[in-house]
């Protein structure tokens, strides 16, 4: 009878054993997965960001793609909050045709269980560039900025602020690469996830509101916007606006003419981006071709330090000039040969 108890004691115990060692090893990869918070997981080299994945996905508990680099998420960021949940800040590689961007975040609890899964777009042909949190502007709110670039066509679309609340992400702001808000219009999808049916409103307002300025986007650490020193990033600008309606930007980026608004008329309303446009500048002696045909050359009168000469990519519109002058330190685009061919058009 002893014998036979303590085969029984044995029994049980290594039954108890076996079915505590999933739990166990689950606690070990939470607390691996914890010494990650605060690290720069983008400069993990392949072999780390390949066990950081692993780990994430033991934690999770998802299909592990660790070995499937085409398929492996590429982690940003992992934060920790203040009522010790974790946030996580992916990219998803394996979006969805023609090329929409994807952030993954997911929220989860101190314990490792997963309390939310967000997948959502940030841009159409737009390529994700880095994210990161922003603690020194938002101590104790979880906002975040992804900085981007177009590509193949896509939108020119340098930011997006994201705040996650009640562990739901939120877009906030998008800038341009002069940190200027844009609209979030899109030719094909939408940038950044859709509201949910219930949430706080009034903090949403007020995150937004901290980011329209040029001061408290300085205090958040991103430094201030870029200036217009590069003639040829307003003219891409001068150029995206145009295309898309957006009169605000066509005034910041042109010198003032009394009939702007017209280069407004035509336009799509939507994201098309101006990547996809080549744009030269010329210089003493270059040719070009007049809207007559007639081939022109460029002079010394033509160009200097303070005016530059553009044509775009000749595929598109081998006569298209644009003059560039630096007007008190900024570079503004000359929009009356728009302007004129704009009427031409409309008549």
Same mark, same amino acid.
């Given at each position: 009878?002893?014998? =036979? !108890? /303590?085969?029984?004691?044995?029994?049980?115990?290594?039954?108890?054993?076996?079915?505590?060692?999933?739990?166990?090893?689950?606690?070990?990869?939470?607390?691996?997965?914890?010494?990650?918070?605060?690290?720069?997981?983008?400069?993990?080299?392949?072999? %780390?960001?390949?066990?950081?994945?692993?780990?994430?996905? =033991?934690?999770?508990?998802?299909?592990?793609? =660790?070995? $499937?680099?085409?398929?492996?998420? %590429?982690?940003?960021?992992?934060?920790?909050?203040?009522?010790? *949940?974790?946030?996580?800040?992916?990219? @998803?590689?394996?979006?969805?045709?023609?090329? *929409?961007?994807? &952030?993954?975040? @997911?929220?989860?609890?101190?314990?490792?269980?997963?309390?939310?899964?967000?997948?959502?777009?940030?841009?159409?042909?737009?390529?994700?560039? #880095?994210?990161?949190?922003?603690?020194?502007?938002?101590?104790?709110?979880?906002?975040?900025?992804?900085?981007?670039?177009?590509?193949?066509?896509?939108? %020119?679309?340098?930011?997006?602020? +994201?705040?996650?609340?009640?562990?739901?992400?939120?877009?906030?702001?998008?800038?341009?690469?002069?940190?200027?808000? !844009?609209?979030? $219009?899109?030719?094909?999808? /939408?940038?950044?996830?859709?509201?949910?049916?219930? +949430?706080?409103?009034?903090?949403?307002?007020?995150?937004?509101?901290?980011?329209?300025?040029?001061?408290?986007?300085?205090?958040?650490?991103?430094?201030?916007?870029?200036?217009?020193? =590069?003639?040829?990033?307003?003219?891409?600008?001068?150029? *995206?606006?145009?295309?898309?309606?957006?009169?605000?930007?066509?005034?910041?980026?042109?010198?003032?003419?009394?009939?702007?608004?017209?280069?407004?008329? $035509? #336009?799509?309303?939507?994201? &098309?981006?101006?990547?996809?446009?080549?744009?030269?500048?010329?210089?003493?002696?270059?040719?070009?071709?007049?809207?007559?045909?007639?081939?022109?050359?460029?002079?010394?009168?033509?160009?200097?330090?303070?005016?530059?000469?553009?044509?775009?990519?000749?595929?598109? @519109?081998?006569?298209?000039?644009?003059?560039?002058?630096?007007?008190?330190?900024?570079?503004?685009?000359?929009?009356?040969?728009?302007?004129?061919?704009?009427?031409?058009? *409309?008549?």
């Amino acid at each position: 009878m002893r014998f =036979s !108890l /303590k085969r029984l004691l044995a029994f049980v115990t290594l039954i108890a054993l076996i079915c505590a060692a999933p739990t166990c090893w689950q606690q070990i990869q939470l607390q691996r997965f914890r010494t990650y918070i605060d690290h720069d997981l983008e400069k993990l080299s392949e072999a %780390e960001r390949k066990t950081f994945v692993s780990i994430t996905d =033991s934690v999770l508990n998802r299909p592990d793609f =660790s070995d $499937q680099p085409p398929l492996m998420p %590429e982690p940003y960021f992992l934060s920790r909050l203040s009522n010790g *949940n974790l946030i996580l800040v992916e990219r @998803s590689l394996a979006g969805p045709v023609p090329g *929409n961007s994807l &952030i993954r975040i @997911s929220a989860i609890k101190s314990n490792g269980m997963l309390l939310s899964q967000t997948e959502f777009p940030t841009g159409w042909r737009i390529g994700i560039v #880095s994210a990161k949190r922003i603690v020194e502007e938002f101590p104790s709110d979880f906002v975040f900025v992804v900085n981007s670039k177009p590509q193949h066509a896509g939108r %020119e679309v340098a930011k997006q602020f +994201y705040a996650m609340i009640d562990g739901y992400p939120f877009l906030l702001r998008l800038e341009d690469p002069f940190g200027n808000p !844009l609209q979030n $219009q899109t030719r094909h999808f /939408k940038i950044g996830p859709e509201l949910p049916p219930k +949430y706080d409103s009034a903090l949403v307002e007020k995150l937004k509101a901290s980011l329209t300025t040029k001061t408290d986007n300085a205090r958040s650490g991103l430094g201030p916007p870029v200036s217009q020193s =590069s003639a040829d990033s307003v003219l891409r600008a001068f150029l *995206n606006a145009k295309a898309t309606g957006d009169l605000d930007t066509l005034k910041r980026y042109s010198i003032d003419h009394p009939e702007l608004a017209i280069l407004c008329q $035509q #336009s799509s309303k939507s994201d &098309i981006g101006t990547s996809h446009i080549g744009i030269y500048e010329l210089a003493v002696g270059d040719s070009f071709a007049l809207p007559s045909g007639k081939q022109n050359r460029v002079s010394n009168s033509m160009v200097n330090e303070k005016r530059k000469l553009f044509a775009t990519h000749p595929t598109f @519109s081998p006569s298209t000039l644009f003059a560039a002058h630096l007007i008190d330190g900024h570079w503004k685009i000359d929009p009356e040969p728009s302007i004129a061919a704009q009427k031409a058009t *409309n008549k």
